[in-house]
């Protein structure tokens, strides 16, 4: 148990599908992170929550959305993905901006 | 951007062996972190750094924050076949929003 569980594990899903990552933190902390990992480069950020709100989009194509309802959780919505967007999908918290970063399991994710 | 050189990118050691990685920038970093992945995980976090020059002890591994504060080593004493993973370190910069920047990853291999 990690503090941080993510769903799915594994999704597969064709170009014109639409489908939706989620996390939630059992840890009491009040950032959420999105992170892309692939193969052969470093963890990729993509969006910061700190108390709900966004603070960072690291200019991340539209076809991903993300939503924090609460501090708990954290969705990742995808829509008309691309092949290429194929990868680990990794949640992370901390307990507040820069303190160290709780990561989930991630969602490995295949774009058919 | 800041970026964070790691090398080497992967080690292939024998069981008993000692172990170093290291991870060099031309950014000045407040913090660096050192994690580590397990296959079909999520990275977790091993040590902490938030002193230039300090060193910390985890059991067999032991880090160092750089003196000129844009460098980190990791050193594993006495590998053992479960220290199989990819270590990533990540520097943090207070005056970037608290970010991390994550290397590229050491994939450790051990041969009983």
């Known amino acids: 148990e990690t503090g941080v569980t993510q769903t799915p594990r594994h999704l597969v899903m064709g170009m014109t599908n639409k489908k939706s990552l989620k996390c939630e933190q059992h840890l009491g902390h009040n950032a959420m992170y999105w992170y892309k990992q692939s193969a052969k480069k470093p963890l990729e950020l993509m969006f910061v929550?700190?108390?709900?709100?966004?603070?960072e989009n690291n200019s991340v194509p539209s076809r991903f959305s993300p939503e924090c309802p609460n501090s708990s959780h954290l969705f990742l919505h995808l829509h008309t993905l691309q092949p290429e967007d194929s990868a680990l999908y990794l949640c992370?918290?901390?307990?507040?901006?820069?303190?160290?970063?709780?990561f989930g399991n991630g969602t490995r994710l295949t774009v058919t | 951007g800041q970026q964070l050189n790691q090398s080497p990118q992967s080690m292939f050691i024998q069981e008993g062996e000692d172990v170093s990685m290291n991870c060099t920038s031309s950014s000045i970093f407040n913090t660096w972190l050192w994690y580590k992945q397990d296959p079909g995980e999520g990275p977790v976090l091993l040590i902490a750094?938030?002193?230039?020059?300090e060193l910390t002890s985890n059991g067999r591994l032991t880090a160092q924050f750089g003196i000129t504060r844009k460098d980190s080593f990791l050193n594993i004493s006495a590998s053992i076949p479960s220290d199989v993973g990819i270590y990533f370190c990540a520097g943090q910069l207070k005056n970037a929003g608290n970010m991390l920047t994550f290397g590229g990853g050491t994939r450790l291999m051990v041969k009983p």
């Open positions: 750094l938030y002193k230039a020059g």
């Open positions: 929550y700190n108390f709900k709100e966004q603070t």
């Open positions: 992370a918290s901390s307990q507040e901006m820069g303190s160290p970063l709780h």
